[in-house]
């Protein structure tokens, strides 16, 4: 079966999950008047608000009313995503928040693909549409926009472009604290590329960003710790808790984290597919160190999110789907829609 190019596959996807969402909320599947803790500021009005829920809400406040002035909740955020809402705030939030999701997200498509092995680039489109929890693309979260920045600054890197990788870079790493892993493979790859001078200083530019996130939280919250220290509030932090979480599902019915533990099992063999495929340098090492650190806060939670940014992941779906199209694209369908439909209580 011949893939689709690359634009159409994303275009499919995103009409796919806009339509999925809409014809939700509009048969009662999402409801629309519901309050949830985890969801401050977010309005639950509209055919598409799942699309800007959760955590959605954090960064809008932040765009609006600026950190607090104390370690909080808000502290767990980059600020990238907040900034550039705030740029574009006459147009509103939900609408700046779409103006800058939709095009990151077909960037990210098209990175992915233009690093896949020769050959799968088109495939490695479709295993990204069709992997559990790819919808979080869709969503006005700074996901995309981190994926697009690293994927481009390895393009850009693979062919010795340092300067231009380098900025990507940095802006991945100030998006998303998992950004900084982007230092992985850039560096890699324009080491290869032109030399150990070339490789660190693209590698760099993630490191970079990173420190002026942190800088960032700590002039607005007065602590230096600022990032860490708000973990505490999303019960994040302890690797010990993973195993504690799974464990407590028998008297909470937390039925998420049962899921999301299966979503962490298929990325670590997906990662683990990577390694055995000769990809460990630097597709391997970068995958493991984004698994590593999702799973090391001590949460399940978000992880299918988070392993999205584990680009390569996807290189090895595609070629675990070879010969299996038709029940991939189905179990994908499936999964998404599952996903989207419990999107007003399970946070990505």
Excluded: N
């Excluded at 008047?33 to 055919?47: F, K, L, N």
């Excluded at 809008?60 to 607090?68: K, M």
């Excluded at 779906?317 to 007003?344: K, Q």
């Amino acid at each position: 079966m011949r893939a689709p190019p690359v634009a159409l596959t994303w275009a499919v996807w995103l009409g796919a999950v806009v339509a999925v969402t809409a014809l939700f909320v509009a048969v009662g599947i999402t409801p629309t008047q519901a309050t949830h803790e985890g969801m401050a500021g977010v309005a639950w009005q509209g055919p598409l608000w799942p699309l800007r829920s959760w955590d959605f809400g954090w960064y809008a406040r932040i765009a609006e009313h600026g950190y607090p002035s104390q370690v909080a909740r808000e502290h767990a955020f980059y600020p990238l995503w907040p900034a550039l809402l705030a740029l574009l705030s006459p147009l509103g939030a939900s609408a700046a928040g779409a103006l800058l999701a939709v095009p990151a997200s077909l960037a990210a498509f098209a990175g992915v693909a233009r690093l896949a092995p020769r050959g799968e680039e088109r495939r490695a489109a479709v295993a990204l549409a069709l992997l559990p929890f790819s919808f979080a693309l869709a969503l006005l979260y700074p996901d995309g926009l981190t994926l697009a920045c690293a994927a481009w600054a390895c393009v850009l890197a693979r062919g010795g472009r340092v300067a231009p990788a380098f900025a990507l870079g940095l802006l991945a790493g100030f998006a998303r604290p998992d950004g900084v892993l982007a230092a992985i493979p850039a560096g890699w790859l324009a080491w290869r590329a032109r030399g150990p001078v070339a490789g660190l200083a693209t590698a760099a530019g993630p490191v970079v960003g990173a420190v002026a996130a942190q800088g960032v939280l700590w002039q607005t919250s007065g602590d230096p710790l600022a990032f860490t220290h708000a973990q505490d509030f999303w019960a994040r932090g302890k690797p010990y808790d993973l195993i504690s979480s799974l464990v407590d599902v028998v008297e909470t019915g937390h039925v998420q984290t049962l899921v999301e533990a299966a979503v962490a099992g298929l990325a670590i063999w997906l990662c683990i597919r990577l390694w055995r495929a000769g990809l460990a340098a630097p597709w391997g090492w970068f995958a493991a160190a984004v698994l590593a650190v999702s799973l090391g806060s001590g949460s399940f939670q978000s992880i299918g999110r988070h392993a999205l940014f584990a680009f390569p992941l996807v290189w090895m779906a595609a070629r675990a789907c070879a010969g299996r199209e038709r029940i991939a694209i189905a179990a994908g369908v499936a999964c998404t829609a599952a996903l989207l439909a419990a999107l007003s209580v399970f946070a990505p």
